[in-house]
């Protein structure tokens, strides 16, 4: 079992920046993928963005691709997600995951554990 929790989400501007933080506890020796998911009001959770153990597989939404980065040290058990670019479709609940599948990092049942979620609120 795996602990999560997201740190840096707040309110900015259209076209500002956040960093989200995501600090991994517990037994992660057996996860491969971390990602990032969002839910908007009124809308399902959407895949944002994947990285696998060693960062060479990388996956984004192609609503985010280009603005967002995601990254991550394995030694610091952390993930992040810089967020550029931001726009007030952005606004959601980002979540962070942890998958021990090393397949379909955007598919959402196969994450294991989840973080209690990060408020990103865009105005314009």
């Known amino acids: 079992q795996v602990q999560l929790v997201e740190s840096g989400g707040g309110l900015v501007q259209a076209g500002g920046s956040l960093r989200l933080s995501c600090a991994a506890s517990g037994r992660t020796f057996g996860d491969y993928f971390m990602g990032w998911f969002r839910q908007a009001p009124g809308k399902e959770r959407e895949f944002v963005a994947a990285i696998s153990w060693s960062g060479t597989t990388i996956s984004y939404a192609d609503s985010v691709k280009g603005r967002f980065t995601i990254s991550r040290d394995n030694a610091r058990n952390t993930v992040w997600l810089q967020m550029n670019s931001l726009k007030p479709e952005d606004t959601a609940v980002y979540f962070c995951?942890?998958?021990?599948?090393?397949?379909?990092?955007?598919?959402?049942?196969?994450?294991?554990?989840w973080g209690q979620g990060a408020q990103v609120t865009v105005s314009s």
């Open positions: 995951a942890s998958s021990r599948s090393t397949v379909r990092p955007q598919d959402p049942k196969r994450y294991d554990s």
